[in-house]
């Protein structure tokens, strides 16, 4: 038997023990996160006390971010293939600077899906995968993405400088000892 996916009431798929999980689905649940963050920062950010600082919100792309900033065939990442994503972040209105963490499915080689987030406070790229690849080549992706968004944000007074040095964020490879693994090529 399989399992029906339900988001809101509407019926979008049937998932079949051992079918493929499919970008619908995965889009779906990065639109329930989505929701999920936008109400935790703003319920904390209407009650924190005094002293404590606001919380940054999050973004949640969804999975078609690097296969349009990597098109099959492109060695390099197309930056005009993902120019006008960043306007969907209303919460910061278009700028990923102001953002706590920019979260990202991937969707590799059409047969496997891993994580890519942004912590952009922190200035770190970190990759999740559950089979152990460390994911270089989605995390450099995202560093040139982030370059070509710190050109938009320059001049920007309210964006801390710092965000902006890109070749100074670290990039952190899936740490298996931190990512579930796998056993088998299915789950």
């Not at 996160?33 to 404590?52: F, I, T």
């Not at 706590?100 to 922190?122: M, S």
Request: proline content about 5%; hydrophobic content about 40%; overall charge positive.
């Amino acid at each position: 038997r399989g399992v029906a996916v339900n988001i809101l009431g509407k019926h979008i798929c049937r998932m079949r023990t051992g079918a493929w999980l499919v970008d619908e689905v995965i889009n779906a649940y990065m639109w329930l996160l989505q929701m999920r963050s936008n109400e935790a920062v703003y319920q904390w950010n209407q009650s924190r006390p005094g002293d404590a600082p606001a919380k940054k919100p999050s973004h949640f792309f969804n999975s078609f971010f690097f296969t349009n900033l990597l098109p099959p065939g492109a060695r390099d990442p197309v930056y005009d293939g993902v120019r006008g994503f960043a306007r969907n972040i209303l919460s910061t209105g278009g700028n990923v600077f102001k953002l706590d963490r920019l979260i990202i499915p991937v969707h590799v080689d059409n047969a496997h899906w891993c994580l890519v987030v942004a912590f952009v406070q922190e200035r770190k790229i970190q990759c999740y995968d559950s089979i152990g690849q460390e994911g270089t080549r989605w995390m450099e992706a995202l560093r040139e993405y982030l370059r070509h968004e710190a050109e938009k944000w320059a001049r920007d007074g309210t964006v801390a400088r710092h965000l902006l040095a890109l070749d100074e964020w670290t990039l952190v490879p899936t740490q298996t000892r931190e990512t579930p693994q796998q056993n088998n090529g299915s789950d």
